[in-house]
């Protein structure tokens, strides 16, 4: 299985969505476990990486890189 690209900051859609109805998340913590946002209603959640991966279906925005 490929191995999915993320990085703090990055928008990325869910399989399942919020039951806000919302479905972009923002990964605000990266480690062992993933943290993410509901852009929607700024609920988090923390799930171990693999959890993750297995449950994020695509990267919306890539977190805007400041240089
Ligand atoms: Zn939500």
Do not use: Y
Request: aromatic share 4%; hydrophobic share 35%; net charge positive.
């Amino acid at each position: 299985m490929e191995r999915k690209q993320f990085s703090l900051g990055d928008i990325v859609e869910m399989k399942k969505p919020h039951p806000c109805g919302t479905n972009a998340w923002r990964v605000i913590r990266m480690g062992a476990d993933i943290r993410i946002k509901c852009t929607g209603c700024d609920h988090s959640v923390m799930i171990p990486r693999m959890e993750f991966e297995k449950k994020m279906k695509r990267m919306i925005k890539e977190a805007v890189k400041e240089e």
